[in-house]
T-cell receptor, first 111, second 114 residues
Framework: RKEVEQDPGPFNVPEGATVAFNCTYS??????FFWYRQDCRKEPKLLMS???SGNEDGRFTAQLNRASQYISLLIRDSKLSDSATYLC????????????FGTGTRLLVSP | EAQVTQNPRYLITVTGKKLTVTCSQN?????MSWYRQDPGLGLRQIYY???????DKGDVPEGYKVSRKEKRNFPLILESPSPNQTSLYFC?????????????FGEGSRLTVL
């Protein structure tokens, strides 16, 4: 089983739609969780951290479910510029701390 | 401007010809790391460094070497490149892993080994 798993997509949605991605992680001792965004052929960039209580940043909402070991990212009112790959990242403690990246979920927003 | 700079951005080389990909950061970060990204496999860590003269293997270190003689620089060395090292490489840095998940990435180096 992969340490961090994501549905690769692509998710094809029209502008204005709401879309949600999930990510599951294997290590219950994982400490911190993040969503990164990666545009085609570009470097990943931090989109937002994921807090236990859930957090929102504009149209983006991230949630954590420790019991089920998954995190989610909700994007409301999708824009064309949201088209990208979204990487789930987990800080795991396996004797030492290690950031583990999911393979990413691709989102395509169309006019 | 705070940044991580990698060079070269694009390189085509032949099997066995030693090459170095340089990485430099201007944020005084302690932690630096190299990743490779391949379709369907995501980002995999090659080597990382917690500070000057402190380096350690990541998940896929075979065929690579690194050094950390100065805080700002973390070059990736391929002593004898092979075609299976054809990939997109990213260097990244952060103040200290564990304090924050925010890694700052370079723009990437696309390497092709023929």
């Amino acid at each position: 089983r992969k340490e961090v798993e994501q549905d690769p997509g692509p998710f094809n949605v029209p502008e204005g739609a709401t879309v949600a991605f999930n990510c599951t992680y294997s290590n219950s001792a994982s400490q911190s969780f993040f969503w990164y965004r990666q545009d085609c052929r570009k470097e990943p960039k931090l989109l937002m951290s994921v807090y236990s209580s859930g957090n929102e940043d504009g149209r983006f909402t991230a949630q954590l479910n420790r019991a089920s070991q998954y995190i989610s990212l909700l994007i409301r009112d999708s824009k064309l510029s949201d088209s990208a790959t979204y990487l789930c990242v987990v800080l795991m403690n396996t004797g030492f701390q290690k950031l583990v990246f999911g393979t990413g979920t691709r989102l395509l927003v169309s006019p | 401007e705070a940044q991580v700079t990698q060079n070269p951005r694009y390189l085509i080389t032949v099997t066995g010809k030693k090459l170095t990909v340089t990485c430099s950061q201007n944020m005084n970060h302690e932690y630096m790391s190299w990743y490779r990204q391949d379709p369907g496999l995501g980002l995999r860590q090659i080597y990382y460094s917690m500070n000057v003269e402190v380096t350690d293997k990541g998940d896929v270190p075979e065929g690579y070497k690194v050094s950390r003689k100065e805080k700002r620089n973390f070059p990736l060395i391929l002593e004898s490149p092979s075609p299976n090292q054809t990939s997109l490489y990213f260097c990244a840095s952060t103040e200290a892993q564990g304090d924050t998940g925010e890694l700052f990435f370079g723009e990437g180096s696309r390497l092709t080994v023929l």
